[in-house]
């Protein structure tokens, strides 16, 4: 084919009828109206292939992109700094993507917020199997875990402490710089670990408890085994699942 044929195809090509959008103004409108059924089928594709193990990861990757878009972003965070943001799902032990959803913008979000609405979204598929779910801060919530504990799924994740519907402060001993200390709290469903080790890590987990592991590592300065928590060691482990789907991107 020559390129003059190529462009003269390309310039007519449509994957949906231009007729069925809907204004910007409208509520059904849909930014990704173009290529909807698409991502669509590739979920359905990802889904229908793959059927993810125990347990699974949600976390956020760029598709590098520079041209005018309005829910265009710039994370610095990312080796694509410049692009458009999809939240993923991930099998927690290949990596492989099961399920995707893009940031298109700011939407009304429900009243448990907009990263409750997200993560509920895309693990969805997979509730009622006993899967354990790892997320960041970002999307980690009381609420969410209290959720999917009621789906049968387990959770794990860091928090920042000062997070909404977070347990008071004044329940939270300070914990000292010079010893490796260990705090647990619960409330019969949720356990909050408080861990120290070279900062102060804070872990929000319905699927263990402040049982220690042995990393296998050893402190090169002392000679000395490097132990964590057994919350921490798998949130290390597994966490990674959508960087390494982006590394095989």
């Known amino acids: 084919m020559s390129r003059d044929q190529f462009n003269l195809i390309l310039s007519y090509f449509n ?11 409208s509520p059904d409108y849909n930014p990704l109206f173009k290529i909807r059924k698409f991502v669509d089928a590739l979920n359905e594709n990802f889904q229908r292939t793959f059927h993810p193990g125990k347990d699974i990861a949600i976390d956020e990757a760029m598709v590098a992109w520079r041209g005018n878009l309005s829910f265009f972003v710039y994370n610095p965070d990312k080796p ?3 692009g458009i943001k999809v939240f993923q799902l991930c099998d927690g032990q290949t990596g492989y993507c099961s399920n995707l959803e893009f940031y298109t913008g700011k939407a009304a979000p429900s009243a448990k917020g907009a990263t409750f609405d997200v993560a509920e979204r895309l693990i969805r598929p997979y509730l009622n199997c006993g899967r ?7 999307y980690i919530s009381p609420d969410l875990f209290t959720y999917l504990k009621e789906q049968r799924t387990l959770a794990c994740g860091t928090m920042r402490i000062n997070r909404k519907n977070g347990p008071p402060k004044t329940m939270i001993p300070k914990l000292k710089k010079t010893e490796k200390e260990a ?6 469903v ?33 000679g ?6 057994h ?11 959508v960087d390494r789907s982006d590394q095989m991107v």
């Not at 705090?183 to 019969?188: E, K």
């Not at 900062?199 to 090169?220: F, I, P």
């Not at 000395?224 to 928590?229: A, C, E, H, V």
């Open 15 to 25: 994957l949906c009828n231009n007729v069925d959008n809907q204004p910007q103004d």
């Open 80 to 82: 694509d700094k410049f």
């Open 132 to 138: 354990t779910l790892y997320v960041d801060n970002y």
């Open 183 to 188: 705090v647990a709290l619960t409330n019969g």
């Open 190 to 222: 949720i356990t909050l670990l408080q861990f120290f080790d070279k900062r102060e890590v804070n872990v929000l987990t319905t699927a263990h408890d402040n049982s220690v592991v042995d990393t296998g590592k050893v402190n090169r300065s002392t």
């Open 224 to 229: 000395d085994p490097i132990i964590k928590l």
């Open 231 to 241: 919350a921490v060691n798998e949130y290390n482990k597994l966490m990674g699942a």
